[in-house]
């Protein structure tokens, strides 16, 4: 029963289908800001840091250039590696608790709102769980969430 | 990670002799520790009710709690003792490493963790196989999954043996071995009493305490150096007697053009492979909810990043205070520089100081090992009950009683294949199989991960050619590598058909997995419903509708 959704009995609605969501303005705002924050983000900081891999290979006189006493450039990068790290990932969490949060959450209260009255409304079409198995609990989705 | 083969190599060499004065100590540290923990176990084992409960700790933890297990499970021997060791030898090259492992976590944070936690219930399985045909998905999922992990595990418990063994100033074989049973029969323990809950509990003490020897240590290092880097980095250099080009790239991978290539392999495996790490993917879970599961990683970021940070004060300050002839005398590969340095600061190997420190340092190692191996046997049992038994071959039939039942039995019997692996492998060089468990991570699962998640087009054939195609081709070409054959250092040094020249196979492997699981879901046909579970899986998966 969790892997068989499609029966396209009329009457009682079976899983939901998802696909008119997926193509909705609201959620095309959520995916395209997330996407257009991660994915360049992404390459960015993977090239920065093939970037400083290839210069510790390559450049090995330059990343010897002393900047301070016997601090020297490769470990400045090295340090920057560090730093970017936690800049990129604060910066990210910033983001998405400003930009992402809201609009997830908003949509996940109208979805759920949604499938509930989907559930009460029409009888036995519980939205399955096709992961795992749901034994007794009935509509037991949020349980643990 | 290749550096915990380091702790296996040489285990004849005789420890500091100090450690084994300091024997008592240490044995009544560690004791501590384990019965802690156990006792810790047994309190979260009565807490543990249903299937949520023993795979996910109940989804109760806090961001930062999971923070603090992420960081323990993540910080293995390898990182703490190998990194260490590696500055004190190697200088900027040991240093190299720990960047990779740190940047890596932001490809967790940016593209898996969060769409992971809505989507998944208890594996990485439930989320490779969301969109796809359950059986044939989950099985390559679980296949992957205890692979990766086993690699991992044999790696540990070889580096455990010999490095408790080093520590502890055994030399014998039985002594070893013995060892191994220990830890084996602890680390079951921990897992199939107290389930993700008592794990979990065990990363946080662990890690803590990891940290707090950590500081210590680098704090007294410091403190000899009037609190200045620069002086601290000249006396490391000075000391080694390799002068400036201690403190430069190139001691340990600019020797040749394939030690080059092979670097820039090892780099994109380690930056890679992270994010497919089964043992940390499940941490995710033990949640409530994707924004716990975004600070979870944060937290994890802050504590594995100062970590790292003050591993470079271990390191160079071993160099800066011990003879290069030192640390290769208690150990050729500097896995006990750390141990060596905190007995150095404490006051010197006469002294109480030197003693207490010698043997905090050398029970957090230990420490360090046990935790990351019952999170390793975990990974792995969780999927065999969850992925194979239950979703395979009971096909999704299994009572919730029955599916816990066999995630207990399988850590049983994966904890006793990890004890005999670890001890008929106590000689093996392990390096390869460390390096192996991340480049299968990045070449078989994280592919499969980011296409599931978020590529439309993508089929149950992409996901099985990539999976597969990663694994084997990951495996294959570590077989013929020097790793296993053909240099003094292999697993079999006396033979040699290794053609293929880099110790790591990532360099191939990792982008041949990506092209296949693009190749497959092209010449394949989508399946009817893909659309709709695709858009149910991203609706779910970045608002957490629906979300267990």
Redesign the interface.
């Known amino acids: 029963m ?2 068989a ?2 029966h396209a009995s009329p009457g009682p609605p079976g ?5 008119d ?2 193509h909705s303005a609201e ?1 095309g705002e ?2 395209r800001g ?2 257009s924050f ?1 994915f360049p ?2 390459v960015g ?2 090239a920065w ?2 970037l ?3 210069l ?3 450049a ?1 006189d330059f ?2 250039t002393k900047v ?5 450039i ?2 400045v990068f ?1 340090l920057a ?2 730093l970017t ?2 800049l ?3 910066w ?2 910033r983001f ?1 608790a400003v930009k992402l ?1 809201p609009k ?2 908003a ?2 209260t109208r ?2 709102a949604e ?1 509930l009255q989907r559930e009460a409304g029409g009888g036995i079409g519980h ?1 399955t ?5 749901e ?1 007794g609990e009935l509509a037991g ?1 949020e349980d ?2 | 990670m290749s550096l915990t083969h380091q702790v296996a190599a040489p285990a004849t060499q005789l420890a500091a002799e100090s450690a084994s004065e300091h024997r008592p100590l240490i044995i009544t540290l560690f004791s501590v520790f384990v019965v802690i923990t156990l006792g810790v176990t047994v309190w979260a084992g009565r807490r543990t009710k249903d299937a ?1 409960d023993f795979y996910a700790g ?2 109760q933890f806090t961001g930062f709690q999971n923070g603090l297990a992420i960081s323990g499970d993540y910080m293995s021997a390898a990182s703490f003792l190998g990194i260490a060791g590696a500055i004190a030898l190697a200088g ?1 090259d040991g ?2 490493y720990s ?2 492992f ?2 890596a ?3 967790a ?3 898996v963790a ?1 769409p992971l936690r809505n989507s ?3 594996t990485m399985g ?1 989320v490779l ?2 969109r796809m045909r ?1 059986r044939p998905v989950r099985t390559a999922a679980g296949v992957s999954t205890i692979v990766v992990s086993i690699f991992y595990l044999l790696a540990q418990m070889v580096g455990a043996g010999a490095l408790v063994a080093l520590l502890l100033g055994i030399t014998g074989e039985t002594g070893k071995n013995l060892i191994v049973v220990f830890v084996g029969i602890v680390m079951i323990l921990y897992v199939t009493i107290g389930g993700m809950k008592g794990t979990t509990w065990v990363q946080m003490i662990k890690a803590c305490l990891l940290i707090g020897g950590t500081v210590i240590i680098t704090f007294l290092v410091f403190h000899k150096f009037n609190y200045n ?3 601290l ?2 006396a490391a ?1 000075e000391n080694s007697g390799k002068g ?2 201690f ?4 001691l340990k ?2 020797v040749s053009t394939t030690s ?1 290539i092979d ?2 392999s090892l ?1 994109l495996a380690l ?1 890679l492979g992270t994010a497919g790490l089964p043992h940390i993917l499940i941490r995710f879970y033990t949640v ?2 994707a ?1 716990a599961a ?2 979870s ?2 937290w994890a ?2 504590i594995i ?1 100062v970590f ?2 003050m591993t470079i004060a271990l390191g160079f300050g071993a160099a800066a205070l011990l003879s290069q002839k030192t640390i290769t005398d208690s150990n050729a590969a500097g896995n006990t520089a750390a141990p060596l340095l905190a007995q150095e600061i404490g006051g010197g190997a006469d002294s109480t100081g030197g003693a207490v420190l010698l043997a905090m340092i050398s029970a957090v190692a230990f420490a360090t090992i046990l935790a990351v191996v019952a999170g390793l046997t975990l990974a792995s049992s969780s999927s065999f009950a ?1 992925d194979l038994y ?2 395979v071959i009971r096909r ?2 299994a ?2 009683k029955e599916e816990v039942k066999a995630a207990r039995v399988s850590a049983v019997i994966i904890g006793g294949v990890a004890i005999g692996l670890g001890i008929f492998a106590g000689k093996l060089n392990v390096a390869g199989l460390v390096a192996l468990a991340f480049a299968v991570a990045a070449s078989a699962n994280l592919p499969t991960l980011l296409y599931s998640l ?1 590529w439309k087009r993508f089929t149950t054939t992409g996901a099985l050619w990539s999976i597969y195609g990663g694994l084997i081709s990951s495996v294959f070409l570590v077989f013929f590598s020097p790793v296993v054959t053909g240099k003094e250092t292999s697993m079999f040094p006396d033979v040699d058909f290794a053609w293929f020249p880099l110790q790591n196979p990532g360099l191939i492997s990792i982008p041949l997995g990506f092209l296949l699981g693009w190749v497959g879901s092209l010449l394949s046909k989508d399946e ?2 893909g ?6 899986l ?3 998966s ?7």
């Not at chain 2, 659309?531 to 149910?536: I, R, S, T, V």
């Not at chain 2, 970045?542 to 267990?548: L, S």
């Open positions: 969790d892997t959704p499609e899983p939901r289908d998802y696909t969501v997926q959620f959520l995916r997330y996407r991660v983000l992404t900081f993977i840091y093939l400083y891999v290839l510790s290979n390559y090995g990343m010897g301070v006493g016997n601090i020297n490769a470990f090295g590696q560090f790290t936690f990129i990932a604060w990210y969490s998405a949060d997830a959450e949509l996940k979805l759920e499938n939205q769980d096709r992961l795992g198995k034994k989705q643990d969430a | 949520t109940g989804r900027y240093f190299l960047i990779g740190l940047v976590w932001l490809v944070l940016l593209l969060e998944g219930r208890y439930d196989a969301y359950q880097l620069s002086s980095l000249g250099a400036a080009s403190l430069e790239p190139g991978y600019g080059k670097f820039i780099g930056i409530p909810t924004k975004r600070k990683v944060n970021i802050g990043g790292y940070l969850h239950a979703n999704g039939k009572t919730e978020f009817g419903a659309g709709a579970k695709y858009a149910e991203e609706v779910r970045m608002t957490g509708v629906g979300a267990h």
